[in-house]
């Protein structure tokens, strides 16, 4: 098996993108440590599970508490380290909170039995633990996404290894310390700091229950393919290219500022960022003149700076790919309303850039733009809109904007992905489910969905002690 589209060779280290200063930089952990790590986080999951529902969640609510006193901390980290706009952080931070007391709130009701109706006695689900859980988690919301990933888990029971992105280190420490100081006993709650080939060993461990990694979908594919031949659960949350479909012009200055939004919240770098507008013939032209003029009044600047409205992408590497997709495009015929290369500045700035024309021989057309880079589609109508939509390996998010919420739903029922939000870009919220089909993977994070995805739901039967013994076929 080819593990190169998961395996990191840069160092573990805390790179500033806007100017390039090495803030920080770690020692990967050797096999022993990882290994002593698993087995640790075994042996903590031997009592961990033992302990009361009402234990985990009050467990999970103090970290809660302890994010919403240290948010100002956690949200300058977390700019720092991968680059967005600080206001942008400080929303990752709040969600983050909000995630850790729902389900310090919810737990005791979302894992309670499940009673079924059985003629010759009673019979119940109950939800129990699998054991150790790894995460494997990205850099483009270093808090939100380990979160999502722990805080299910941690309530049901399991005990969790983190395996976070190697240019966000700080960032997981921070969570780390946060469970620890929440009281979370040692082995509970643990990061690797580990290139990412060790993912593989770690899975294959015959302690390890389950895997859950968001990124690319070639990554998915190797953590799925090992979960799958050592016979364990996995979740994968994956790339992403969601449609944005706009119907008609009515408020159509609410419908630019939502795509803006849309595409450029942590300046696009988000499985879920409205990276297709789909637009209606006759809105067309005003949507694209509107939206263009938007993305010229962004300034780029310190992202820790409150004026700044643009801020680099997480990486020079990650800028050049941006360019590149965008070249490719251009070069085969399509329009850069706006933008379509560098800014002239250090850091990992990329323009803001606005492609119409772009046709199915471009990159720009299969391949996810992973940053400021909006696409806008002109269609005729409602069917070529779906049609259009569905055209994707992907099937993650999706919006769909009209005053006719009858025809809204309509289209929504027809797109090809795990959510559609209509009248609003693409979110998260706690209580809603996450997760997507296609190649942005399998599994639902966050709700009552996300906390049984590894649990084990377990069948108890009860029959009177004076009942017939049956065939046990029936």
């Known amino acids: 098996m080819s593990t190169s589209s ?32 698993v087995r640790e986080a075994h042996q903590a999951f031997q009592s961990w599970r033992g302990t009361s529902v009402d234990e985990r969640a009050a467990l999970v609510g103090r970290a809660a508490q302890l994010v919403r006193e240290r948010a100002e901390h956690l949200a300058r980290l977390v700019t720092l380290e991968m680059g967005k706009l600080i206001r942008h952080s400080r929303v990752e931070i709040d969600l983050s909170a909000r995630i850790l007391q729902y389900y310090a709130d919810k737990a005791p009701v979302l894992l309670a039995d499940e009673p079924l109706d059985f003629k010759d ?11 150790v859980i790894l995460g494997v988690q990205p850099w483009n919301f270093p808090v939100y996404q380990t979160v999502r990933f722990a805080a299910p888990n941690l309530v049901l029971g399991n005990t969790v290894l983190l395996k976070p992105a190697s240019n966000t280190p700080q960032s997981a420490l921070a969570v780390e310390q946060l469970f620890a100081d929440a009281g979370a006993p040692r082995g509970v709650y643990t990061n690797l700091l580990v290139p990412g080939r060790e993912v593989y060993r770690v899975i294959e461990s015959d302690v390890v229950r389950g895997a859950s990694l968001t ?4 990554a998915g594919v190797s953590v799925g393919e090992t979960a799958g031949r050592n016979v ?8 992403g290219s969601d449609p944005f479909i706009v119907l008609d012009d009515d408020n159509l200055d609410r419908t630019v500022e939502a795509a803006l939004v849309g595409r450029l919240h942590n300046m696009g770098q988000s ?44 990486s020079e590497q990650a800028a050049q790919t941006l360019v590149d997709q965008v070249r490719d495009a251009l070069d085969k015929g399509a329009t850069a309303v706006v933008g379509g290369g560098h800014v002239d500045r250090p850091g990992a700035f990329v323009q803001p850039t606005l492609l ?39 099937g993650l998010g999706g919006a769909v904007f009209s005053s006719d ?4 739903r309509a289209v929504a029922g027809r797109i090809e992905s795990g959510m559609v939000w209509i009248n609003h870009p693409t979110s998260s919220e706690p209580e809603l489910p996450f997760g997507g089909i296609k190649r942005s993977g399998y599994g639902r994070e966050l709700s ?27």
């Open 121 to 131: 006695g009673s019979a119940a689900i109950v939800n129990e633990p699998l054991g």
């Open 448 to 474: 009552h969905l996300g906390i049984k995805e590894f649990a084990n739901r377990k069948l108890i039967v009860t029959m009177e002690t004076d009942a017939p013994i049956t065939d046990a076929l029936g």
């Open 215 to 218: 990124g690319s979908d070639r």
């Open 6 to 37: 998961i395996v990191q060779h840069s160092p573990i280290a805390s790179i500033n993108p806007y100017n390039g200063e090495i803030m920080r930089e770690f020692p990967p952990m050797c096999e022993q440590a990882v290994d002593h790590a």
């Open 232 to 239: 364990k659960k996995s979740v994968l949350e994956l790339g």
């Open 271 to 314: 499985c879920v960022s409205a990276k297709r507008s789909i637009v209606i013939s006759e809105v067309f032209d005003r949507f694209v003149t509107t939206l263009a003029e938007r993305m010229r009044e962004l300034v780029p600047g310190d992202p820790v700076d409150e004026a700044t409205t643009l801020a680099p992408v997480c």
């Open 405 to 408: 919420i009858a025809r809204a």
């Open 356 to 394: 119409v024309g772009v046709t199915p021989t471009m990159r720009a057309f299969r391949e996810e733009l992973f940053g400021p880079i909006a696409v806008v589609y002109r269609v005729q109508d409602d069917d070529a809109a779906v049609s259009l939509a569905n055209d994707s390996p992907y």
